[in-house]
């Protein structure tokens, strides 16, 4: 600090004057401001909770995200499986007007046809399942965390 004398007539008196070297700043701007731990403790808390809050949004848009992948990506596959079988269902119903003229009875054609789709449902159930499943299920695990 720097010190200044000032004269009067009763004398000389000494008189301290803060911060003379730059005078446009009062003594609560230069000096450091001293924080408790409390402020400090509390300032860290919002911190974290903004943090936190932050997070937890982001991770709800990346899993919303990774759903509708996983959903647009079934809606697409059912309406193709809907479609084909669509296509069976007319395959069979000809296939088995066929039959039924080559038997000599209509009854005989759609019963042929209905055993042998019972025979490959049931063969695709044994052998194909666990092959489907793994497959189906890898499928929407990659495209859930694309």
Known sequence: MAIKTMGNQMGIHLIQEPYQDNPEYGRHQMEPVVETPVKEIEQLFEKVEAYSNT??????????????K???????????LIVFS?????INIGVSIYLGELMGKMYYGYFTVAIFNLVIAILLHLFLQP?????????IIRQALD
Do not use: D, P, Y
């Open 55 to 68: 997070t937890f949004e982001l991770a709800k848009l990346k899993s919303l995200e990774g759903a509708t």
């Open 86 to 90: 669509m296509f069976l269902v007319v």
């Open 131 to 139: 092959v489907i499943n793994r497959t189906l299920g890898q499928t």
């Open 70 to 80: 996983v959903v647009t990506s079934l809606v697409s596959k059912l309406a193709v």
